[in-house]
């Protein structure tokens, strides 16, 4: 298995695809235990640590994003499935080891399109342009 094909498997369960742009009406919210257990067998399945496939997640997700090939929608749904594995690898960073930096900063682009912030109204300079910003920062370091 390939992390591209992880990916779309999150999004089958969801009820999305890379190009969903409205959230799907009915969705079974995930345990905590089932996520952990979903995210062990895409590692054995990859072999990769949780590490390198959360920072590969984070890395299609930022340059599907920024290319227009994934959507808003889709990667905020993935960053927010994966949150808590993430917090776990920025703890490691933290603690100055290797860790989920990458998925942090896309978690954080893509949270920062969540809402509007004082100021703001559809149609003005909102969460859409702040997290494609922010991407597109992230995408430039890739590169």
């Known amino acids: 298995m390939m992390v591209d094909e992880a990916l779309d498997e999150l999004g089958r369960r969801e009820g999305y695809t890379r190009l969903t742009a409205e959230h799907p009406e009915e969705r079974r919210w995930m345990t905590r235990e ?47 499935n994966l949150f808590e594995p993430i917090i776990e690898g920025v703890e490691q960073v933290i603690e100055g080891q290797s860790g989920t930096k990458l998925a942090w900063d896309v978690y954080l682009a893509f949270d920062a399109g969540e809402y509007y ?27």
């Not at 590692?43 to 949780?50: E, I, K, M, V």
């Not at 912030?117 to 997290?131: H, K, L, N, Y």
């Open 34 to 80: 089932e996520k952990r257990a979903e995210l062990e067998s895409w590692c054995a399945q990859t072999g990769l640590s949780t590490t390198d496939l959360l920072n590969g997640f984070a890395k299609i997700l930022a340059i599907e994003f920024h290319e227009g090939r994934a959507t808003y929608e889709f990667c905020d749904m993935v960053v927010n």
């Open 117 to 143: 912030r004082a100021g703001e109204t559809p149609g003005s300079t909102g969460p859409d342009e702040r997290t494609a910003r922010l991407i597109a920062d992230i995408v430039k370091r890739l590169r």
